[in-house]
């Protein structure tokens, strides 16, 4: 089926043949806007009151023991859970990062502010970057992502963390599958599985597949994205929740409050107007998004208007005009990474032709659509510029 017959979302900006799988009904309205309908009808403080339940039985009365795991960046709603874990549930918290090693100097220090301003203890995962460069190249080659890694290692050092130290608690933010597509009502208050992470966040291929996949990769290069065996699961008592089912996730106004009461700092970026996600990584919102437009029809813009369409904060006419700006934005990037992976922009560009579908929408080449009545809202989060020398900072301690 061709971008001008497949079916869209009357309300956001959604198609059929989204990634993660949507189902649009005979009212034209998509999976995901009708959970997020849920938002208006469901008693937030009762779910509230769910998850203070849930909680308390993890709970220790000895202060030099953790109570859970939250995993954290530099970006996205790190501070919003810790808001809710530290200081509305009163908790204890270790956290835990992954290093991705395209850190931008506001990265790293939002990580640093949010350790210093929650006052808690952090395990950083520094993998070998020798192994997570040959990782990268292997998975750009033959999934076109780059951010393989980073998704495993998000998602598998939390729970080795909660193995390790018998931390049986892992408290996650929102369920990507439930915020976009509506995967689950938020009363089915679905729990982390390591089925959902190798389906959607690895592309199918979890750490051993990638040995039968590339010859070039090894033990050595891949053992710290070992999801943990069920018996050490179990022996641990180890469970994943998301936030998301028990408060009215809204990010843009979740991120304006962390602005205001912890200093959170945002950065501007070509192919969006939100200026608060990833603002921790020189790729996610440059190469990455160019990437997932390529394969997918569709970049992280969509996501964020879908989402702003949702909320009611603009229209979907004016989504639409978004949409096709800031699609059709160049990245700025791009040769950070190619130094990086010694890499040249030919052999990219090579490898990024097969897995361009041609899915784009009609405009988004057109560089002649203006923002208009929508740049209010475009222009209302705090911006700072995230260059220093534009190099990445792969390892950084941060502010005092």
Partial sequence: MSVNTMQSCKRCLYQADHALGLVIDDQGICSGCRIHEEKDALDWQHRWSLLEQLVQPYRSSDTRHYDCIVPVTGAQDSYYILHLVKNRLKMNPLLVTYNKYWNTPLGIRNLANLRIKFNCDIVIQNVNPLAVKKITKETLRKFGSLYWHCLSGQTVFPVQTAVRYQIPLIIWGAHQGMEQVGMFSHEHEVEMTRRYRKDHDLMGHEADDLLSVFNTLTEGDIWQYRYPDDHSLNRVGVRGIYLNNYVRWDPLAQHKKMV?????????????????????????????????????????????LSREIRHGRISRDQALIANKFYGCQSTKYEDLLLDWLDIDQAGLEFVLHQFDQEKQSDGENNRDYSLGEVTELLQEATQLSMDRKDQYITIGKGIK
Avoid: E, P
């Avoid at 919102?285 to 970049?299: E, T």
């Fill in 260 to 304: 205001d009461l912890y200093d959170y700092q945002g950065a501007s970026f070509n192919r969006t107007f939100d200026t608060y996600d990833h603002v921790d990584c020189y790729n996610y919102m440059d190469l990455h998004d160019r990437i997932k437009g390529m394969k997918c029809g569709y970049s992280k813009v969509t996501d964020q």
